[in-house]
């Protein structure tokens, strides 16, 4: 059993975490708590310069409202963060002490044998236990 859970999802996935919750759950030790984070992509800097400077904190302050939302539970808390999605995660499971992640993964296709998908990234260089759903 896991006493902080973090539970990484893709800002297009957050209504299709319920398995990932679910596994959570499960895995979860009493009186743990599960975190949900979820990583906005920055901008490139030719397209961000193009914006206001608050626009990335409005578009992180509206997008934690609706994962908030989205996931619903006393024992889950939601967290918004900008950049690499895979360094993200990593660096806040390690600075938050998690010592698990479950990560949701899809069927690889061509570009995941070239490059890797987040959660195999997640898988090599996490600091903990990390358990992979495999979708469909």
């Not at 919750?21 to 979860?28: G, M």
């Not at 990583?39 to 608050?54: K, M, N, Q, R, T």
Request: hydrophobic letters at 40%.
């Amino acid at each position: 059993m896991y006493n902080h859970i973090l539970v990484p999802v893709a800002p297009d996935h957050i209504n299709d975490c319920s398995l990932s919750l679910d596994a959570a759950s499960r895995l979860l030790a009493d009186g743990g708590t599960v975190s949900v984070l979820s990583v906005l992509e920055e901008l490139p800097s030719y397209i961000g310069s193009y914006f206001p400077a608050e626009q990335v904190q409005k578009s992180v302050s509206e997008f934690e409202e609706r994962l908030g939302t989205a996931v619903e539970a006393s024992n889950i808390s939601t967290h918004v963060v900008t950049g690499h999605p895979t360094n993200s995660i990593l660096d806040w499971a390690e600075k938050h002490k998690a010592d698990c992640i479950i990560v949701a993964s899809h069927q690889p296709g061509l570009s995941d044998y070239l490059i890797g998908s987040t959660a195999a990234r997640v898988v090599r260089h996490a600091q903990c236990s990390v358990v992979v759903l495999r979708g469909k």
